[in-house]
């Protein structure tokens, strides 16, 4: 069995006059030990905690920290104090009896430390720093991945060092060291111990989302402090505590599901139930309870076939859900009971009511708009909408699902309509003030409407999307999903564009033109080549202001169906997939506006250049001709940061570099 140790060193009193005394590294010392020793928390096995001891003594405990381990055993090394480098950039953690003209006889040296890992057998290791100039520890090691040994069985391993700063400037002012009245970096790892980090709610958190946590929570509170995380042959997930246990409150379905699992063919409800299983078994804890209530509801449903009601009850008990189900009843009874039965199913439909009546004012809104401009007779356009509605009401929400095959639609008599309007609208999403129509462009790319109104953009969270400030723009498309690489294609074929180089993938060698991946997202095309296919189409690249409201609604939100991310909303970090995935494979991580993969999978190239918030269209950064740096927006596959997934997050690139990982969208006026 394997078990969790952690060595705590925390120093506050220094002999040498030229290292100031330090308040918060005691206590910070014995806070981080208290949250690694409780049993509802992070329950290790074993915590050694020192402070203000000689350079001997921490010396010998840090050895025996590291020897003697098995395979499996995760080892956590924390310190906290005065972090020095001499003239040749080596970094020692300066303790009591440190004197700063000899450091390499009483301080602890960054190599001592680096060796004993080496010569360790425990293959899970947690390097944590809390000092200045602590970003220089992982320069100077020697242990790659084929090191590391056999994997660990039960969790992830490798070796991970957690930094509170990556300067590797001296910290010296005068003849002392400055110091601070508490660590923040500590500060906020304990917090997120204490379950702030678990944002995916799935009771555990790991060694990267704590890091993450610590990291946004640092930047936030000084722009001149960044945490750093460097890893090495990391593979899985290193997991510092488990069994957290939250309150969970069901996370709203997309209403593109919900509008499938309503639908009583047999075949679309088929395709609801199996998108269901999926977010039942997900990390979402919030998404799963929806899930879980949805195909009760839809087992207790006169109108569900026996076929479906059996796999929705398969799903439920697969995932170890108990079914509460409606009792059944004799002939006379139901006669008798039935405005009870009607009240429970009322009760179980409860939850969707207030979505559905809210997609229809949005309808109502949409088709008033169109017909004040287009000015044709309003019952010829409503009749259109119908029929369009119920044709579309099957195959749209099939087409959405990445699961579900395509199947002959179900013939339906339609009273024909003559009048010559765009493609009609269709309800995307559940909130009022969201897109609701979409537009089939004679290349075959689908675009969703985005209303004309005045949303909120950037964030508070970094400079460059400083000040959150309110833009209004007029009503546009978008592309429902990013460019794939058989899109692409048409126009490369058609002599409009330039093919990408290389064609291969990360994982992939034949990419680009092998049809397994033509729905894939197109990759290694510069911000030119992306402007050009969008012309081609006589569409043109999204504006910053566009993309980031496309992507995030009017209401703020930090991605774009809510507040949380994991591997089951977005491709957004290698650990996920390690690669590019098919366009809309992600059905819960659907936009506001009902576009797609708009966190991870790839960058996308938006048309404006980087420049500094506020945005304001009219002060160059539209300039199509300009040289300077553009814009890359949504985080990518292999982006480990969680925080690059953001809505709000900008990245600066060069408009004539390519890379395995940036891709686009179009977008265009109505």
């Known amino acids: 069995m394997p078990k969790k140790y952690a060595l705590v060193i925390g120093n506050t009193e220094y002999a040498d006059p030229n290292l100031a005394k330090l308040s918060a590294p005691g206590r910070d010392a014995e806070d981080f030990a208290r949250v690694l020793q409780l049993a509802e928390m992070a329950a290790f096995d074993e915590v050694v905690t020192l402070v203000n001891e000689n350079v001997s003594k921490l010396n010998e405990a840090i050895e025996d920290f590291f020897a003697d381990k098995k395979p499996d055993d995760l080892l956590v090394f924390y310190f906290s104090g005065h972090g020095v480098r001499d003239d040749e950039g080596s970094l020692f953690l300066a303790v009591k009896s440190t004197r700063k003209a000899r450091l390499y006889a009483t301080a602890i040296t960054a190599d001592f430390i680096r060796k004993l890992m080496d010569k360790s057998r425990s293959t899970r290791q947690v390097i944590i720093l809390d000092c200045c100039n602590s970003g220089a520890f992982p320069q100077g090691q020697t242990k790659g991945d084929a090191a590391m040994g056999m994997a660990g069985s039960l969790q992830g391993y490798g070796r991970v060092v957690l930094t509170a700063t990556d300067k590797l400037q001296y910290a010296w002012e005068g003849d002392a060291l400055l110091e601070t009245d508490k660590s923040l970096f500590t500060h906020f790892l304990v917090k997120g111990l204490e379950g702030a980090a678990d944002r995916d709610d799935d009771g555990k958190i790991t060694v990267d989302e704590l890091y993450d946590y610590a990291f946004e929570q640092v930047r936030k509170a000084t722009p001149n402090q960044t945490p750093t995380k460097s890893a090495s042959g990391q593979k899985g997930e290193i997991i510092l505590r488990e069994g957290i246990k939250k309150e969970v409150k069901p996370t709203p379905l997309p209403a593109e599901l919900l509008s499938a699992a309503e639908n009583t063919t047999p075949y679309v409800r088929e395709a609801a139930v199996k998108e269901l299983e999926k977010l039942l078994n997900g990390k979402n804890a919030g998404m799963a309870l929806s899930a879980q209530a949805e195909l009760q509801r839809i087992i207790a449903d006169e109108d569900t076939t026996p076929r479906v009601a059996k796999l929705a009850k398969q799903a439920l008990e697969n995932a170890g859900q108990a ?143 400083k000040p959150i400030h309110a833009v209004d723009l007029d009503a546009y498309y978008i592309d429902k999903y990013e460019v794939t690489n058989a899109a692409y294609k048409k126009c490369v074929d058609a002599g409009g564009c330039v093919a990408p180089n290389p064609s291969s993938s990360n994982t992939r060698p034949a990419y680009y033109g092998n049809p397994e991946f033509d729905e894939y997202p197109v990759i290694y095309v510069d911000w030119n080549m992306a402007k050009t296919y969008c012309e081609w189409r006589d569409a043109r690249l999204p504006t910053e202001a566009e993309w980031e409201k496309a992507a995030r609604g009017t209401d703020g939100r930090t991605y774009p169906w809510g507040e949380n991310i994991d591997c089951e909303l977005a491709n957004y970090q290698s650990s996920c997939v390690g690669d590019t995935s098919k366009v809309g494979s992600y059905l819960g991580g659907v936009s506001p506006y009902g576009t797609y993969d708009m966190a991870g999978n790839v960058w996308e190239w938006v048309s404006s250049s980087y420049k500094p918030y506020p945005y304001d269209a009219t002060d160059g950064r539209e300039d199509m001709s300009s040289s300077d740096s553009r814009v890359l927006r949504g985080g990518s596959w292999d982006f480990d940061l969680i925080s690059n997934a953001r809505s709000a997050v900008r990245y600066r690139y060069t408009p004539d570099l390519t890379y395995l990982n940036v891709g686009f969208r179009c977008a265009r006026s109505p």
Do not use: C
């Not at 075959?444 to 909120?456: A, C, W």
């Open 323 to 465: 079914l509460t189900l409606p009792p059944q009843t004799s002939e006379v009874s139901k006669t008798s009971d039935v405005s009870s039965a009607a009240r429970e199913k009322e009760e179980l439909k409860r939850r969707n009511a207030e979505i559905y009546n809210r997609s229809r004012e949005a309808a109502a809104k949409a088709t008033q708009a169109l017909l004040s401009k287009l000015k044709i007779p309003a019952l010829a356009l409503v009749f259109g909408l119908v029929g369009y509605f119920l044709w579309q009401g099957v195959s749209s929400l099939i087409a959405a699902m990445p699961e579900a095959t395509q199947t002959p639609q179900a013939t339906l008599t339609l009273a024909p309509t003559k009048t010559k309007t765009p493609a009609p609208t269709k309800i995307m999403t559940p909130t009022p003030t969201l897109g609701v129509g979409s537009l089939f462009e004679s290349h075959g790319v689908t675009m969703l409407y985005v209303p004309k109104e005045t949303f909120s953009m950037g964030s508070e969270s970094y400079g460059d999307e």
